[in-house]
């Protein structure tokens, strides 16, 4: 994946991760949270 498209990616993952938790819905928000960690090279909390 190009630097670009993984930019994007983490903008559309943060945006349904913040939808997610404004949904009241933390399970899913935790694991969009997860996956962004892993896309970053981090480790998930």
Do not use: C, T
């Not at 498209?5 to 819905?25: I, P, T, Y």
């Not at 960690?37 to 909390?45: D, E, H, M, Y």
């Amino acid at each position: 994946m190009s630097s670009r498209s993984n930019h994007l990616r983490l903008v559309a993952l943060e945006k349904q991760m913040a939808a997610a938790a404004e949904a009241m819905d933390f399970e899913k928000a935790a694991a969009i949270r997860n996956e962004i960690a892993r896309l970053k090279g981090r480790r998930p909390r």
